[in-house]
């Protein structure tokens, strides 16, 4: 069976402690966390090694069988403060994160690349990679800006995280992601969206923060979205549906991401597939 995450963005208003119990209950079997707000003023849940409440939290993970896989969301813009951010870093490792998850938000593309290199630099010195994720309101509001980002950067933990609803809504699709090496092909989030595209960014941003739809509920072309992504590459759903109760919204999201997975091979449209007799799948190193 998949391991499935749970994006903290499909239930922002739960705090840490809450997020690992509910993520648990629901089948999830790790989760992202929120700890530097993605809006001004938006919420968010920084820990700081050494605290009473980072050894709880850690605790609680381990208690409850969930790992943390991500922190987010780190914004390039052109002011960003990285070295203020490895306090931060150093608490996600202690948890047991393998990413932090980043945006690209500065026109200057020079300063971008050397602010993700940067950042890139930051990440490995506390074994994390840095995942960076394409909207289309931002700079790096595609799946082929992010691509050249991260080459250009030229960093081994640099890579990108494809969201099913931003690869859409940015004119992308699921065969785009063929020709990307599979170790820039990380994470991947999924959720459900109707055909119709929202007019104008403000009603784009709308949808992405509080209107998609539980996977297979919409038209997003899902199924195709995993026959390219790696087979290993890390997959939670995003998810928030403020119609719904918390709970009910988890287990929607994670029935839902089941159904969706349950006997469909991951992959098998990348190069480094076969399929072998019997139906099953065979993975060879790139």
């Avoid at 150093?90 to 948890?95: F, K, Q, R, V």
């Avoid at 297979?216 to 979205?225: K, Q």
């Avoid at 994670?254 to 006997?263: Q, S």
Wanted: charged content about 20%; proline content about 7%.
């Amino acid at each position: 069976m998949i391991d499935l995450g749970l994006a903290h963005l499909t239930a922002l208003d739960l705090a840490p402690l809450a997020l690992v119990r509910e993520a648990a209950s629901a089948g999830f079997s790790f989760i992202g966390l929120r700890a530097i707000p993605a809006t001004a003023g938006g919420p968010a849940y920084p820990t700081r090694v050494g605290t009473d409440a980072h050894r709880l939290l850690k605790r609680l993970l381990a208690d409850e069988g969930v790992r943390l896989n991500e922190i987010e969301f780190v914004q390039l813009t052109p002011g960003v403060d990285i070295p203020a951010l490895a306090g931060l870093f150093e608490a996600a490792a202690d948890l047991g994160a393998v990413a932090v998850t980043a945006s690209g938000d500065d026109d200057d593309s020079a300063r971008l690349t050397a602010h993700f290199a940067e950042l890139c630099d930051l990440a490995q010195q506390f074994g994390l990679r840095v995942d960076l994720e394409f909207m289309r309101w931002r700079a790096i509001g595609s799946l082929p800006q992010a691509e050249a980002l991260v080459c250009e950067a030229g960093r081994a933990n640099g890579s990108i995280l494809v969201d099913a609803l931003h690869l859409h809504r940015s004119g992308g699709k699921p065969d785009d992601l063929i020709p990307i090496p599979a170790h820039h092909l990380r994470a991947a989030q999924i959720c459900d969206a109707v055909a119709q595209m929202p007019v104008g960014d403000a009603a784009i941003i709308a949808e992405a923060r509080e209107g998609r739809l539980p996977p297979g509920e919409g038209a997003l072309p899902l199924g195709e979205l995993l026959d390219v992504l790696p087979a290993d590459a890390s997959l939670s759903v995003e998810m928030p549906l403020p119609a719904l109760a918390v709970r009910p919204r988890l287990a929607t999201a994670f029935n839902a991401a089941r159904r969706l997975l349950d006997h469909r091979p991951r992959g098998t449209s990348r190069p480094g597939h076969r399929r072998q007799a019997g139906g099953s799948i065979q993975i060879r190193n790139a």
